[in-house]
């Protein structure tokens, strides 16, 4: 089945990176985006594909993929980035479902 | 500026049928190239997409809701709607809709999202 897995939870001290991983076989074939969710708020489309960031988002915010695994790096993390991260992909071309994965928390200490 | 904003009632009894309209501003929904989206998300819990629409009028829809929901689009009010069946205290959620952008054969991403409404399924 499509499916995406997340770690429910990571943790970070203030200025250090962190990677936030995304599985599934789904990504060998189509990339991941990812979405940054703070409490109340909608989510935030913070990267996409092989290598894209969308206008306004940071530039310590990267992404990269390889094999089943995506993954979302932020480098030099900061308080306003602890929030619950989203990765998301569509199933395959013949089962056009979107999928998204569970969600990381991310808490800098 | 692309905005989408979701509205329709808060409380919905059981076995009644949710009504959400996506109104959206700064793109016409008649475009090529956008899924028309409703995603919903339970308290503490992750995102789960629900279906969309094409501006062709092509829908897909999560198999797990398949049977209960329709998604249709209004060009004439740059509307889309929900419309989801014999609800159940289980479909108590933020309801959200988004724009999917076809970036490339392998690459879609939800660009564009309302503010969700919250939906409580009560008598």
């Known amino acids: 089945s499509a499916e995406l897995t997340q770690d429910p939870a990571v943790s970070v001290a203030l200025g250090q990176t962190v990677r936030i991983t995304c599985q599934g076989d789904?990504?060998?074939?189509?990339?991941a985006s990812w979405y940054q969710q703070t409490p109340g708020q909608a989510p935030l489309l913070v990267f996409f594909?092989?290598?894209n960031r969308p206008p306004g988002i940071p530039d310590r915010f990267s992404g990269s993929s390889s094999g089943n695994t995506a993954s979302l790096t932020i480098t030099g993390a900061q308080a306003g980035d602890e929030a619950v991260y989203h990765c998301s992909s569509r199933a395959s071309s013949t089962n056009p479902n979107v999928v998204f994965g569970g969600g990381t928390k991310l808490t800098v200490l | 500026q692309v905005q989408l904003q979701e509205s329709g009632p808060g409380l919905v009894k059981p076995s009644e049928t949710l009504s959400l309209t996506c109104t959206v501003s700064g793109v016409s929904i008649n475009t090529g190239g956008y899924y028309w989206s409703w995603i919903r998300q339970h308290q503490g819990k992750g995102l789960e997409w629900i279906g969309y629409i094409y501006y062709t009028g092509s829908t897909y829809y999560n198999p797990s809701l398949k049977n209960r929901v329709a998604i249709s689009l209004d060009p004439s009010t740059n509307q889309f709607s929900l419309r989801l069946s014999s609800v159940t205290a289980a479909d108590t959620a933020i309801y959200y809709c988004?724009?999917?952008?076809?970036?490339?054969?392998?690459?879609?991403?939800?660009?564009?999202w309302g503010q969700g409404t919250p939906v409580t399924v009560s008598s």
């Open positions: 789904i990504l060998r074939r189509f990339y």
């Open positions: 988004a724009r999917e952008y076809l970036h490339t054969a392998t690459t879609y991403y939800f660009d564009y």
């Open positions: 594909g092989k290598n």
